[in-house]
């Protein structure tokens, strides 16, 4: 299934060296501003209808369900140790900057409720979609990007398989669930951290910290947290495999279908953590 936009009836343009020297100039601005336009609109499209074909994968229950469950453990499990080096970091880093910061008289709390805030409405979901990004997302694209040029989703289709259903689906449940178990994690680890550091190379107490952890709490923080974990899983798969799906040229287009998806997904997940923010921030307070 190819979602490349073809006009089978269309006239060839004339070409722009044939219109007098004087147009030319205006004739080439506003035939690369349509192509552009053109070309947006058809990704657009084609992004669509992808979307659509993999929503009505998901009713082959039976194809999807085993993969999925493999695919839990590839982006899940498999992402535990990277998950914890970086949120354990993030968190000790968090904490001592926050620290030295600090003006003298300035209640040393304070660190505790800026490591908790930064880690779980910030850090801890972007970093880890980030990061999975390039370990996830780049492996889905390479997998299915050489499927595609060794023909192996041709062969689906032969066997009467839906490639969506077999190959796009599973990853985009699993990738869906896994990011909010793996945010959760790196949550609780980066704070965790933040902790120790701070109570074992700062003059901060363990009372202190935790004062500083407990102040302002709220709920809806860590649902805030989760819901930008799911929507960046959601992203990284559906960014990725798309580009493995249409993915031609052999091993040099699978490289670069491998590069544009994980530029594309890390661009999406930034824009997916604005629009949460300026639509869900006025009500972080508790």
Do not use: N
């Not at 800026?114 to 997998?143: D, K, S, Y």
């Not at 701070?198 to 500083?212: K, L, S």
């Not at 249409?246 to 997916?272: F, P, W, Y």
């Amino acid at each position: 299934m190819s979602y490349s936009y073809r006009y089978p009836h269309e006239p060839e343009p004339r070409l722009t060296e044939s219109y007098p020297l004087v147009q030319r100039t205006s004739i080439r601005f506003f035939r690369r501003v349509t192509s552009s336009w053109r070309w947006l609109f058809h990704e657009i499209g084609a992004r669509g209808l992808y979307m659509r074909d993999t929503l009505r994968g998901l009713s082959e229950f039976d194809t999807v369900r085993r993969e999925t469950i493999r695919q839990m453990r590839i982006i899940g499990v498999d992402s535990v140790p990277l998950t914890v080096i970086c949120a354990a970091f993030i968190g000790s880093v968090m904490t001592l900057q926050t620290r030295h910061q600090l003006f003298a008289g300035v209640e040393l709390s304070l660190v505790g409720l800026a490591t908790r805030q930064v880690i779980i409405l910030e850090l801890g979901p972007l970093i880890t979609g980030l990061v999975l990004t390039g370990r996830v997302g780049a492996r889905m694209t390479a997998e299915i990007g050489t499927m595609r040029v060794t023909e192996q989703i041709d062969a689906l289709e032969t066997l009467a398989y839906d490639p969506l259903a077999f190959l796009v689906v599973p990853r985009l449940i699993a990738a869906t669930l896994m990011l909010p178990v793996l945010t959760i994690l790196a949550d609780a680890v980066g704070v965790g951290a933040g902790f120790i550091i701070a109570v074992t190379a700062t003059d901060i107490t363990a009372p202190e910290m935790r004062e500083g952890l407990r102040l302002a709490f709220g709920t809806f923080q860590i649902v805030y947290s989760l819901m930008k974990a799911t929507l960046f899983g959601m992203a990284i798969a559906v960014v990725c495999t798309y580009e493995g799906y249409i993915t031609s040229s052999g091993a040099e287009g699978v490289g670069r279908s491998t590069a544009r998806a994980v530029v594309i997904a890390s661009v999406a997940i930034l824009v997916l953590d604005a629009i949460t923010a300026f639509l869900f921030a006025p009500f972080l307070q508790a």
